[in-house]
């Protein structure tokens, strides 16, 4: 009789290991600021400062979280140890939601607008066409505060919503470019046969083009609300009056309230975090089409 062979046993493989090691590392210092605020958060005020430090807050309270919410008063928050400021939080919010919506949308819609026929159609000065945008990137945005806030106010709009969004509601250079390079990987077969049906260049843009550019456009989508919801220097020159006022300048305007010029870092963490969660739901909402466009460019 034959001996049969010995089973083979598979080696740990200590590397793979040692890599999610180092990514749950990675992740836990990544995630620890939002633990402090979320921790600060949850503290009462009087415990903040207390001598024993921990991550963990003792006796987690969301008593901040109603001082931010204006369901407690001030001077029952000036008791618990705050600072007894108080905001309109849910007008900040939806001011925040009608700012980064509307520049997002629109934005995003004529970024593809535009970044379609310079993949696609062929005209004179295209390229050049394509140049210019390109060379927009190298502007820091710094330098257009100033020439956009004087346009701004000679147009009378400071303090308006339409002072607010006219500076990046038209278009992205960013996005035009993004939006570019993916159109030029789609196949043209599809563009060809829609042409040979008598489908003019517009519903070929809107009914097929479109449709199947969902994964990038969803990405810009994420990209450009993180950056309008966290935008804070152009609402705080423009939105100051407390009409305007974005999530970002309203938190600011709450840390000005404070005695003594001692931050109420309990309220202002707790405010922070209700600002972070509609962003996370968007994250989780976008998540996978920003996967799967990674994937395609992955495979190009």
Known sequence: MTALPAPHRRRPKYGRY?????????LAIALLPIWVMVSTALTYPKDLFDSNVSLIPRGASFFNFARVLG???ANASHAAGGSGASINFALALRNTVLYAGVIVIVQTLLSAMAAYPLARMRFFGRDFLFYLFISALMIPQIVLFIPNF???????WINTFAGLIAPTV?????SVFFLRQFFLALPKEIEESARLDGASHFTIFWRLVLPISWPPIATLILLNSILMWNDFFWPFLVGR???TRLLTTVLQFFQTQTPNGVPDWTGLMAGSTLASIPVLILLVVLGRRVVQSIQFSGLK
Do not use: D, E, M, Y
């Not at 038209?170 to 960013?174: A, D, E, G, M």
């Open 241 to 243: 009056n407390s009409q």
């Open 170 to 174: 038209l278009f992205s250079p960013f």
């Open 71 to 73: 369901i407690v008063s």
């Open 150 to 156: 004087i346009l701004i106010r000679q147009l009378g």
């Open 18 to 26: 040692l890599a999610w090691l180092v990514l749950a590392i990675i």
